[in-house]
C-alpha cells in the first residue's frame, strides 16, 4: 500500500509540474503580447518627422525646410515675403 501511496503521490507531483510549466509559458507569451501592443509605433523611415508651418501671407502649410523666412516669419514663396513687407 505504501508503495502505491508513493507512486500516486510522484505522478501527482509531476503532473502538477506540468501545469504550473504551462501556466508560466502562457502569462509569459501574454505579457510579450501585451508589451509589444504598448509599444509606440516606429518612426517613419527617413527619421524624426518635419514641421509643417502656415504661410503668414496666405496661410498656406508647407515643410519648413521648404518655406522662405524672413524677419522670423515664414513665407511659401519670395513673392508673397515681398507683397507681406508692402
Known sequence: MGKLLSWIAIIALVYAGMRLFVVLKRKSRLAGARRAAARPASPPPGGA????L???HCGVHMPASDMVIADGRHFCSP????????
Open 79 to 86: 513673392e508673397h515675403r515681398d507683397a507681406f513687407r508692402r
Open 49 to 52: 518627422p518635419e514641421r509643417i
Open 54 to 56: 502656415p504661410c503668414d
